[in-house]
């Protein structure tokens, strides 16, 4: 940069240096990254911000992991976009010296302006391919954009370099669930056909302050999904806590996974603790009851924490005369929400499991 090329870009590229607040004018000037837009700083690492939220750091002499770190794929979770914006700006700052090409991404930008999970569509649900299956109420939106401008990034990051075994591609997509939870802390491992599950990633997780995994038997249209199918990342839909507006997080609820995130990030030993099975409670998916009519109802109070567990016979939900009931004792429910879509998941039923 130099003072004699006052462009508009070189005085965003000063603001951005400067104050670090790429998150904050994404979301309220957002064509300010029509066009992308590449820099470097002065410790050489350098910076390509490709959209609106979507930004990635390239160190020199980048180190053997591909990170991806997303946020805000529901607009009002957060926490993790918080921490997230705290990393960009640290970087930006020169505070956090990153070791690792990094790829950061806020989800729902129009959803955290309105304070909401989303606008239209449950983003969450759209990503492999989901984002263009023709429902003609929903032909184009701007959760289905943005799933596929999302899709692209990721793709992008992971494959421009070539492909080598010895490089290690990760992704924590990072959200705040919406009920509490039995255990506050937890996350959801997308299924792997086969690719077994990986041990080292769950003490990370662990150190991270989260010890209950749920493991996922089957595709689905996640975010987290996308990445470990596509490219074989280490991906986990992560929820970190329950949803809080803007400003008003308890951010020491998130210290453990704040120190984890930061030695991952600048290339520190992560000073794992060995695996150890009952350091964990890992579960496996029982039953997926979708909402299929309007009155579907849960037959527990709407403020049942997420791993509650219930025992066999007992009833879970009713839609008209149908009865949806627990299979088996010690089964839990999670992300139990009557408000869906027809025809969406409306409770996860959960058994515990070991790997
Ligand atoms: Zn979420």
């Not at 909402?291 to 509650?308: H, I, R, V």
């Amino acid at each position: 940069m130099s003072a004699s090329t006052e462009t508009p870009q070189s005085q965003l590229i000063q603001e951005l240096v400067q104050y670090g607040d790429f998150l904050q004018l994404s979301r309220n000037q957002p064509t300010y990254f029509d066009i992308p837009l590449t820099f470097t700083l002065t410790n050489g690492t350098q910076v390509d911000i490709a959209a609106p939220g979507i930004i990635s750091f390239t160190p020199l002499g980048f180190g053997d992991k591909d990170i991806v770190l997303s946020s805000g794929i529901h607009g009002n979770e957060t926490a993790p976009i918080e921490m997230c914006e705290h990393y960009v700006r640290d970087i930006f700052r020169g505070e956090l010296i990153v070791a690792h090409r990094l790829l950061f991404l806020f989800g729902n930008l129009p959803a955290m302006n309105k304070g909401s999970r989303f606008i239209e569509e449950n983003l969450n649900r759209l990503f492999s391919g989901a984002h263009s299956q023709d429902v003609p109420e929903h032909a184009v939106n701007s959760e289905r954009l943005r799933a596929k401008e999302l899709e692209q990034a990721v793709a992008d990051f992971y494959t421009c370099l070539p492909s080598q075994p010895s490089r290690q591609r990760l992704h924590y997509d990072l959200h705040t669930a919406i009920k509490p939870s039995k255990n506050d802390k937890f996350a959801v491992y997308p299924f792997r056909h086969g690719r077994p599950w990986n041990k080292q990633q769950l003490q990370f997780l662990l150190a991270c302050g989260i010890n209950t995994i749920l493991l996922s038997g089957s595709a689905t249209t996640t975010f987290s999904y996308y990445s470990s199918n596509q490219f074989s990342a280490e991906a986990f839909t992560v929820e970190l806590g329950k949803v809080m507006p803007f400003g008003q997080n308890d951010m020491r609820q998130f210290a453990a996974a704040d120190t984890m995130l930061r030695r991952l990030l600048s290339g520190q030993d992560l000073q794992l603790k060995p695996y150890e099975a009952g350091d964990f409670l890992i579960y496996q998916v029982n039953q997926v009851i979708n909402k299929l009519a309007d009155n579907f109802k849960l037959a527990f109070g709407d403020d049942e924490p997420n791993f509650s567990t219930f025992k066999q016979g007992d009833l879970l939900a009713t839609e008209g005369d149908r009865e949806y009931r627990c299979q088996q004792d010690g089964e839990a429910i999670v992300f139990p929400n009557a408000n869906v879509a027809l025809g969406q998941r409306a409770i996860l039923t959960v058994i515990p499991t070991t790997i």
